[in-house]
Nanobody, 119 residues
């Protein structure tokens, strides 16, 4: 059973930083895309940033310049460095991974990690 385990969330003041990690385990398939979504209370889950196996990245508008996604393919782990955090960044952050099973891709999700930014 493939598992994605997120860590690094917590409570931080406005302007602070956090680094989220997402480790993929128990996978016999190669990992294609990874990335982060977030969901604030009462809102839909939105894409924060994806990263390909080759390291290509993209960012949503408000996170660009503040967040940096990276990955260590040897460790099957993705990271999200979040700087200059704002109260509106408060959300549950979910990691996902698209695994290549040969005939296509299957998405897997972590359980989420809470990020709370106090004003």
């Amino acid at each position: 059973q493939v598992q994605l385990v997120e860590s690094g969330g917590g409570l931080v003041q406005t302007g602070g930083s956090l680094r989220l990690s997402c480790a993929v385990s128990r996978s016999a398939w190669s990992i294609n895309r990874m990335g982060w979504y977030r969901q604030a209370p009462g809102k839909q889950r939105d894409l924060v940033s994806p990263i390909t196996s080759g390291g290509s990245t993209n960012y949503a508008g408000s996170e660009k310049g503040r967040f940096t996604i990276s990955r260590d393919n040897a460790k099957n782990t993705a990271y999200l460095q979040m700087n200059s955090l704002k109260p509106e960044d408060t959300a549950v952050y979910y990691c996902y991974a698209a695994l290549d099973y040969g005939l296509g891709f299957q998405d897997f999700w972590g359980r989420g990690t809470q990020v709370t930014v106090s004003s």
